[in-house]
């Protein structure tokens, strides 16, 4: 198993993928490189027929690693946004069906944990959004794309203009999660779910799920396979570099 992923088998073709990279699962080139690896070798497992995706204590993901970010190079730039284009495909095109237990926050790229899932199961008090306009960078295609089906009209103006985070009720009063439960009932509701999605008919399953993303995924597999992504030209400007630096002071004074 790779390096900040945990897995467990909980039988009748149910298993957990957790993301635990301390202290807040954020996302780096090596660590989505091989979210998409293990995605890939799970989408190969006859046996394994729905995979429950979390994280541990408080947070899913927050999102893009900005202390490593803001002092990337050019060269680094594009390795990391082919890393989440790559990583979200992964996700997205998963033929098996994929539940999120949401065990806290999904911020920014970690919230496409969340919108790439088939069921979504969070904790109560759990925050998401997508802060990356806060930040100065714009969005890799996948991340676009994910984002353009999953959310609606209203909701994706709110979530990528404003940059604004909202919790757990109000993402469920709109649609973005299927339920909110008590923190210590999110594995367990989750598993129940990932129990009934395993009796569905696999192969069916697959071919349902590509016939709704299939356009989607048709463009992310663009950008990976021709390079084709505009923020592969460069992503972080100065003024996106200034912005993550205030940000990660902010935090740090808190």
């Known amino acids: 198993m790779a390096e900040f992923l945990e897995e467990e088998d909980l039988g009748e073709g149910v298993r957990v993928l957790r993301l635990n990279r301390p202290p807040a699962s954020a996302l780096n080139t090596p660590f989505l490189l091989s979210i998409e690896q293990r995605l890939k070798e799970l989408s190969h497992m006859d046996d394994l027929r729905a995979l429950i995706l979390t994280g541990t204590g408080k947070v899913l993901s927050a ?7 803001v002092e990337f190079s050019l060269e680094q730039q594009t390795a990391i946004c082919d890393a989440l284009n790559r990583a979200y495909g992964a996700l997205y095109g998963f033929p098996k069906p994929v539940i999120a237990a949401i065990n806290g926050h999904a911020i920014a790229g970690g919230f496409f944990f ?86 569905i008919p696999p192969i069916a399953y697959g071919d349902v799920k590509h016939q709704l993303r299939g356009v989607a995924l048709a463009k992310i597999r663009d950008a990976i396979d021709n390079g084709n992504d505009p923020t592969l030209e460069g992503w972080f400007t100065e003024e996106s570099k200034s912005a993550a630096a205030a940000l990660l002071a902010s935090a740090t004074r808190k």
Not at 118 to 143: H, K, M, N, W
Not at 163 to 178: S, T
Request: aromatic share 6%; charged share 30%.
């Open 63 to 69: 999102g893009l690693d900005l202390k490593e970010a």
């Open 114 to 199: 969340v919108l790439g899932a088939d069921y979504r199961i969070a904790a109560e008090g759990s925050r998401f959004g997508l802060t990356e306009v806060r930040v100065g960078v714009r969005f890799p295609v996948s991340a676009l794309e994910i984002a353009h089906e999953e959310l609606s009209p209203t909701m994706r103006r709110r979530f990528l203009l404003s940059g604004r985070n909202i919790m757990a009720d109000e993402a469920l009063e709109h649609r973005v999660l299927d339920e909110v439960v008590s923190g210590d009932d999110v594995m367990a509701r989750a598993t129940e779910m990932a129990r009934d999605y395993a009796t």
